[in-house]
């Protein structure tokens, strides 16, 4: 007879006391709100278009598609709106990269009487990966990390304390405390960051993009504003960089979380 030894590492269970949704809006964490200030308006290729204090979640294109769906399922206006583009001097087009719901309130015009309206779904990574703000696979920081990883939620109170600063074990733990792939969730968003950096990098080094920089971030707001927009993915078809069927696998891919299962199996495999 075999006897189940049970793990002691705590299991996180949502509460779903609907804070996270009813606050979304400047919901950015602080040092994310910084470097926003700081590096977004105008001085990257990427250019954020609305002030850090009004932005809500970024969404990826295709979130933001599926969500521009759901809206019309469940008959709310999410008020949907581009968050962060190019301005390409190649295509003379605003490449969007991230939208934004542009709430009328503080929560997300999904969240009704308490409940996500939309909760069945495939929600966008920001709605799944929380408790966390970010992985850990970010900024291997020790202790700063650990406070930087996760946002305000109170069913945290009994995790938190336990988790490791050790980042080994900290991986860990993390990957058995998260039974609801909020972790798994969070890896993946933040592959999917680095996949668009990456790709938007080699975009300008194979010279199928030259964004505008350095300009007046007025003078760049009114030339996105006048452009015509093309979602980021769509991009990649029309210039040639990706085929279609391609950029449908690595939608499938990311949604299906498979990057971020294979690094934290690797991560479990070297340590
Ligand atoms: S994740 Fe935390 S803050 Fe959000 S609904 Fe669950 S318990 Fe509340
Ligand atoms: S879509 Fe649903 S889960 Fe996501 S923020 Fe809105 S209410 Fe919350």
Redo the contacts with the bound molecule.
Sequence with gaps: MFIKIQSDIPKFK????????SHIRGIVPKEDGEFIRQHAFGKLPVVQLVPVERMTFPLWDWEAKRFAEWQDEVNVDAGIKPLRAILDLNSNKAIILTYFMDSETDACPFLMDGKCSIYHTKRAYVCRL??FNRSPFTNQDGIKLKENLF??????EHILPQVPNDFERMIKFLNEAFPDG?FLNAVQNDIVVEWANKTIIDLMKEKIIKPVMNQPYNFLLRRIGNADKIDFTDFLAESGYLIENKIQELIKRFDGNTDAAEKISQFAKSS
């Design positions: 949502c509460n779903a006391c609907g804070s996270c949704c929380f408790p946002g305000e939620c109170g069913a945290m909020s």
